[in-house]
């Protein structure tokens, strides 16, 4: 697997075309080799390059066994969602995407993937996610989603 990864990122570094090697990043993530996924995810941040054409697989990771892939697909959401906001680009698919990444806040067995998540809803700053962010808020077993979502109930009132 690693002489693989190897392989496969030394001949994405060798392309000409930026566009090209951002494109080859991105494609990473559906990639079966989890050192590929993972360096995926790391390029994607690092760059700020989460968009459209990622949505199947970010659906993918999402629903997939590996907790670490979760809170990497939710940050690139939070990246996608800022995006969003901060210049009113609409993204095709963000109903769904809020809607599953509502249901990784709520109910994922992985406490840092819902904080992640309540995090990646606390960037789109909709008012209409204010009443599941206080259920998480007085609900979830774990203090740190608790206190993701009270920030989120808070940003939403206009506080502090």
């Not at 996608?80 to 994922?108: N, Q, V, Y």
């Not at 067995?109 to 962010?133: F, H, I, Q, W």
Request: charged share 30%.
């Amino acid at each position: 697997a690693l002489v693989q990864a190897a392989l496969r990122l030394a001949a994405i570094q060798g392309l000409k075309n930026q566009l090209d090697v951002w494109d080859a990043q991105k494609s990473l993530l559906q990639e079966p080799n989890p050192i590929l996924v993972a360096t995926g995810f790391e390029e994607i941040l690092k760059f700020r390059l989460g968009d459209e054409t990622l949505v199947a697989s970010l659906l993918t990771h999402l629903d997939g066994p590996r907790p670490d892939f979760r809170v990497q697909a939710c940050r690139v959401l939070a990246q996608m969602f800022g995006k969003l906001r901060r210049t009113g680009k609409e993204i095709p698919s963000a109903d769904l995407l809020t809607t599953e990444t509502l249901a990784r806040a709520s109910a994922d067995e992985s406490p840092e993937v819902r904080a992640e998540a309540v995090r990646a809803l606390r960037e789109l700053r909709r008012k209409d996610l204010l009443d599941a962010l206080a259920r998480i808020a007085s609900s979830d077993p774990n203090q740190i989603v608790r206190y993701e979502a009270q920030l989120g109930v808070m940003e939403l009132k206009g506080g502090s």
